[in-house]
């Protein structure tokens, strides 16, 4: 480690921020423009949302909706994804805004809708974005240790073990890179057993997936337990945020055993 310390600073918060922004935007403007293509040439059968989400009021469709729209429905909305100019997407919102209290809250339904704006089956690629990002960071990290976005705010990721080297062993990136989201594994693991044990959220959701109003008095085990994992998700998130803001090495570089250096 005496070697990593004497190669430089480490890189603070906005330096790590912006270079993410950039290598963000280095995948999703080509995917967004394959798939500007890919919505055209199918007729809305693949679908992305886009970086700009319009919505407009339209009047309730008469024809049947499968699944069918929350009960009471008293509003239909169409939002179209668009990328300068070009869709991505297109959507059907039908629901039922309501007043709880003082709250005003909504419960709806989407549907994928083709070029014409009829409903169609859709499959949505958004998912495809976030893999082909997280490909790209562990495939530059492992080969030179500057993605684009680093080289442009002048960073590198480096090894511990050798650190006068370009980039770092492979299986160090992956940890790195899926090391980040240590916080989210509490919240999925609960999520998964309650699948698995057949529950349905009701001690979280209303009918519509609307969240229920819950006092410490009303609370059950289900949502206490909830309750811990949110905050062990914050508090991964926090100390991270923390260490990388001094400028000293987060977490998840530790568990990976690398560091991010400036020049």
Known sequence: MADVFSLGFRAGFWRRAFSLIVDALVIGIPFQILVVWLYAATDGAVQVTGMYVGCHIVDQP???????????????????????????????????????????????????????????????????????????????????????????????????????????????????????????????AFGVYEFIAGGEFSFVFNEGWTIKSITLKSATNEVRVLLICLGLCVLWSLCNLILIVAKRDPLFDRLARVTVLRD
């Open 62 to 188: 008469k024809y049947a909706l499968d699944p069918p729209p929350p009960k009471q429905s008293n509003f239909a909305k169409e939002c179209r994804s668009s990328v300068i100019g070009l869709e991505t997407s297109r959507t059907l919102v039908v629901g039922r805004a309501f007043r709880e209290g003082s709250v005003t809250k909504t419960v709806s339904q989407n549907y994928s809708l083709d070029s014409d704006g009829q409903p169609r089956n859709a499959l949505h690629l958004d998912w495809l974005e976030q893999l082909a990002l997280l490909a790209y960071l562990i495939t530059m990290e492992h080969r030179t240790g500057v993605t684009l976005g680093n080289y442009v705010f002048r960073i590198e990721v480096v090894s511990w073990k050798s650190p006068g080297s370009p980039g770092i062993p492979l299986l160090n990136s992956i940890i790195r890179q899926l090391s980040q989201w240590l916080g989210l594994v509490p919240i999925v």
